[in-house]
Structures are given as C-alpha cells and as structure tokens.
C-alpha cells in the first residue's frame, strides 16, 4: 500500500477507497492471545458480596467434604446457590475443571472412619489445656481488594486466645507450623482435645496425622453446626463487632496490629462473664496448676 502512494502520488484514504476496503478493516490490528473477556476472579454472594474466586473454591471443598456427597458441577451449582452464591454453571465447570474436580477420583472422599464428630454441643472442662477450638475468620483487606485469613485457636476452660495467625494463605503446611509449637510449649497430659470444623485445611492428612502422632484427638463439627465450636465462634464475632466495625483500616498491616493489641486486651483485660468476670489470664493463672509445663512461664 505504501509503494503504491510513493508510486501514483495518491492517498491512502482514496486508494482503500476505490478498492471497497473499509477503512476500520485496513487499521485494525490483529488481537494476540485469546478471544473474549478474561474470566472473572469474584463471584457475588448473596450475604458476604462479591467474594474471591479462593472463597467459592474452599465452599466447593466443603462441600465435597461431606462423606456422602460427590457431585458433579451441575448438581454443585444447586448445592452453592442454596448457600447463597450466585454462580452460573460454565464458570463453575471452569473452576472444577482447573481443579481438577471433574474427575471422580480426585475430588475429596470424605469416609466416616477416618474423622471423629463431636459427641456432645456444650464443652464442660475440668483444667486449662483440656478442649481448645480452632477455626479461621475472613477479613477483607481494602488496599489489596482481597481477603486474608485469621487463624485462632482457643482454651475453651479459661477462654483465652492461645495463639493466631494471619495470613493471606493458610494451608494445612500453616496449621501444622501453627500448632507445634504450642504443644511444645506444654508437657500436655494424654486428654487433650482440639475440635474444628471440617475446613480443608483441618480435614487435611497431613493435619491429621500430626495430630494423631503427638497424642492430640481432633473433633469435627457437624455440617452447618457452628454452635458446636461455639466458643471460637463467639470470639470472632466479637472481633466483628469491636474491631471490624469499629476501626477504619486499608492494609494488611493495620490490621495486623489492631488484631495484636486486641488480642492481648481481650487476654489480659477484658472480663468475661461465663468465667465470673474475670479476664482469661486470670483464670489462666488460677488453674494453670492442673496442667504441667515445659518450665515455661506463661
């Protein structure tokens, strides 16, 4: 076309028009890559909002971790609807597709033998160190426009906060490097019970064998049964309530140490009513003789 120019002296515009091109045809430039939008990376919930595409995948896990639920992704679309997503069934044949879940043997196959439900809702503990719950909170994090997790797990006997742990990923490789060295703190006696719902960074089995190596028994939740892990529950709603509805933050580490001094006031200053309103340290330290330590003051 430009030897052409050089060689009639006429324009661009007028030759593309006397040979029938239109012009938009002759400019447009040739797309690299793949036709179309990219795929969405959030998916709207009904109560939550638009959620990452990490918290639709870990609400498919729990999902096949129920030992008698195996589905595919048409029947999963039913299943997530019902639990408020709203998700059309080609993104989430995508999404099960890049995860491999469309095959039968590779989707989580949950048996009864290999998990221990909780017996009984209400705990009743006799010393520190007894039950302990564990269970992870959602936090949206405004300058990062994703989530990041809240790990924590606590003494049900005298409600304190062990430990936590945040995080944009937790994994059952975290959970593991979490809790160890919390029993290696303790010269913990053989009754030591750790219940959790049935995430699948705990019905991990990995998870489960470390804790079955050291002598700690884990108790699962029932589907749906939050109550059953009701004192967790109950401390990460009332950090929803007095931190996150409370205090503006936009980072991660804002948030981080708002969580910090949180945790140590809820500890060290914060009266409880169920333990006769007193703080989690001191019923800590008036029953902390019924279990033995590792020479480590705590």
């Known amino acids: 076309m430009d030897t052409s120019i050089k060689r009639h002296g006429c324009s661009k515009r ?12 002759y400019y447009r430039e040739p797309r690299v890559g793949k036709k179309g939008k990219r795929p969405s990376n959030l998916t709207y919930h009904k109560i939550k909002g638009w959620m990452d595409e990490s918290e639709l995948l870990q609400a498919i896990y729990d999902i096949l971790s129920n030992e008698f639920i195996d589905c595919g992704y048409r029947l999963m679309n039913s299943y997530l609807k019902k639990q408020g997503w709203c998700i059309n069934h080609k993104k989430l044949y995508r999404i099960m597709k890049t995860h491999d879940l469309l095959k039968v043997d590779k ?23 007894e039950c302990l719950e564990m269970d992870i909170k959602v936090v949206w994090i405004p300058s990062k426009g994703k989530n990041a997790y809240l790990l924590s797990i606590i003494d049900v006997h005298t409600r304190r906060i062990l430990k936590d742990f945040f995080s944009f990923s937790v994994k059952q490789k975290q959970v593991i490097d979490f809790l160890s060295p919390l029993f290696e703190e303790f010269d913990y006696p053989s009754n030591v ?60 580490d804002q948030i981080q140490n708002i969580l910090k001094r949180f945790v140590f006031f ?33």
């Open 107 to 129: 989707r989580i196959r949950a048996k009864a033998i290999d998990r221990k439900f909780v017996k009984f809702r209400k705990v009743k503990t006799t010393r520190p160190f």
């Open 193 to 252: 019970v750790i219940r959790t719902d049935n995430g699948s960074q705990f019905i991990a089995k990995n998870v489960r064998e470390y804790l079955s190596l050291i002598g700690v028994e884990q108790e699962f939740t029932h589907i749906a049964t939050p109550e059953e892990n009701a004192h967790i529950e109950a401390y990460h709603g009332i950090l929803q309530k007095e931190v996150f509805q409370r205090f503006e933050y936009q980072n991660f």
């Open 266 to 298: 809820y500890n060290n200053q914060r009266l409880h009513g169920r333990i006769g309103h007193i703080t989690p340290m001191e019923k800590w330290k008036a029953d902390k003789h019924l279990i033995v330590m590792n020479n480590i003051a705590v």
């Open 14 to 25: 007028k030759i593309i028009k006397m040979i029938g091109l239109n012009p938009s045809s």
